[in-house]
């Protein structure tokens, strides 16, 4: 797709917590996507280069790349952030604004998509007729109608043959995005045992909202900053003397069961069924979801 910049030439005064306000960015392949917002990645680009003690020499064209990988990369380990997995999430963006506060970066320019090339939906039959809902992450918005939404009005439903979710408010489509619920066969690393692990069908209520929750049943045991476990903590038959616990992020987490089924946030889209059973949704997406539900709005899960 080409796309048209205008550039503005002029330096920004010192930036305030510039790369926490963007979205995450990261690889993109067939199990996930991120936005990568030319601004930031292009101020990444700057940031990293400016730092002596990572030496690297990134081109600076806002396009996440296998080099700028690798340079974050460089920077997780040396700045002594947790995963060093090039993953730009919400612990690295607050370290890259503690370790680059100084950084003057350029203003943000404006970015025009070439209209001949980006297709605009009018309405959500014009995008359900040529969008391949099963195998496509794009995301449907009606932005008018999201912005009615005051949870009395609005009801999901979980589509497990398409993947996706939609929202509804006042009886018509507002959203329509993927989104991952759980698996037919779900391995266990820990007991080498395939286990069912599908997202119960059925008509539910959101019966809780927590929008930094996190789990108390999966996550990953350290030992200072070392990984020792990752994965169902019932399961780990180590020892837990001097060893920390940090549970798996479920940001914008919507409960449906007592049994802990839920919709969250994940960085791990897939067009397939694969979680442990909750319903994994795209950052931007569960932002939208979480703020126009409430407690008590249904939820109808369907095959």
Same mark, same amino acid.
């Given at each position: 797709?080409r796309t048209?910049?205008v *550039?503005l030439?002029? +330096?920004?005064a010192?930036h305030?917590?510039?790369?926490?306000?963007?979205?995450?960015?990261c690889?993109?392949n067939r199990?996930?996507?991120?936005?990568? =917002?030319?601004n930031? %990645?292009?101020?990444?680009?700057i940031?990293l280069?400016?730092?002596?003690?990572?030496g %690297?020499?990134l081109k $600076?064209?806002?396009?996440?790349?296998?080099k700028?990988k690798?340079? +974050?990369?460089?920077?997780?380990?040396?700045?002594?952030? #947790?995963?060093?997995?090039?993953?730009?999430g919400?612990?690295t963006?607050?370290?890259?604004?503690? $370790?680059?506060q100084n $950084?003057?970066f350029?203003k943000?320019?404006k970015?025009a #998509?070439?209209? !001949?090339?980006?297709?605009c939906?009018?309405?959500?039959?014009d995008f359900? !007729? =040529? %969008?391949?809902?099963?195998?496509?992450?794009?995301?449907?918005?009606?932005? !008018?109608?999201?912005?009615?939404?005051n949870?009395r009005?609005t009801?999901?439903t $979980?589509d497990?043959?398409e993947?996706?979710v939609?929202?509804?408010?006042d009886?018509?489509v507002?959203?329509?995005? /993927?989104?991952?619920?759980?698996?037919?066969?779900?391995? #266990?690393p820990?007991?080498r045992?395939?286990r069912?692990k599908r997202? /119960?069908m059925?008509t539910?209520? *959101?019966?809780?909202k927590?929008?930094?929750?996190?789990?108390?049943i999966?996550?990953?045991?350290?030992?200072?900053?070392?990984?020792?476990?990752?994965?169902?903590?019932?399961?780990?038959?180590?020892?837990?003397?001097?060893?920390?616990?940090?549970?798996?992020s479920l940001q914008?987490?919507?409960?449906?069961?007592?049994s802990?089924?839920?919709?969250?946030a994940?960085?791990?889209?897939?067009?397939?069924p694969?979680?442990?059973g909750?319903?994994r949704?795209p950052?931007r997406?569960s932002k939208?979801?979480?703020?126009?539900v409430?407690?008590?709005?249904p939820v109808?899960? %369907? =095959?």
């Open positions: 797709m048209f910049f *550039i030439l002029s +330096l920004s010192l305030a917590g510039y790369f926490s306000k963007h979205d995450d960015m690889d993109g199990y996930f996507q991120c936005e990568n =917002n030319y930031a %990645v292009r101020n990444l680009q940031a280069n400016s730092d002596k003690k990572l %690297v020499k $600076v064209d806002g396009t996440w790349g296998d700028t690798s340079a +974050l990369m460089a920077f997780q380990e040396h700045y002594g952030v #947790e995963k060093a997995d090039g993953w730009v919400k612990r963006k607050r370290k890259l604004d503690s $370790v680059y $950084v003057k350029p943000d320019i970015v #998509e070439n209209y !001949q090339t980006k297709r939906y009018t309405c959500y039959s359900r !007729q =040529n %969008v391949n809902l099963r195998k496509s992450f794009a995301i449907y918005e009606d932005k !008018q109608l999201l912005q009615r939404a949870g009005n009801k999901l $979980v497990v043959s993947q996706r939609r929202l509804y408010v009886g018509k507002a959203l329509c995005s /993927p989104c991952t619920t759980g698996a037919k066969r779900k391995f #266990e820990n007991t045992i395939y069912d997202t /119960p059925g539910f209520k *959101i019966t809780e927590i929008a930094d929750k996190r789990s108390t999966f996550g990953e045991y350290y030992r200072g900053n070392k990984l020792v476990y990752k994965g169902d903590k019932r399961k780990f038959g180590g020892n837990k003397k001097g060893l920390r616990y940090q549970g798996a914008n987490w919507m409960r449906l069961t007592s802990g089924i839920g919709l969250h994940s960085k791990y889209i897939k067009r397939y694969g979680t442990n909750c319903i949704l950052y997406v939208t979801i979480f703020k126009s409430r407690q008590g709005t109808s899960i %369907v =095959n």
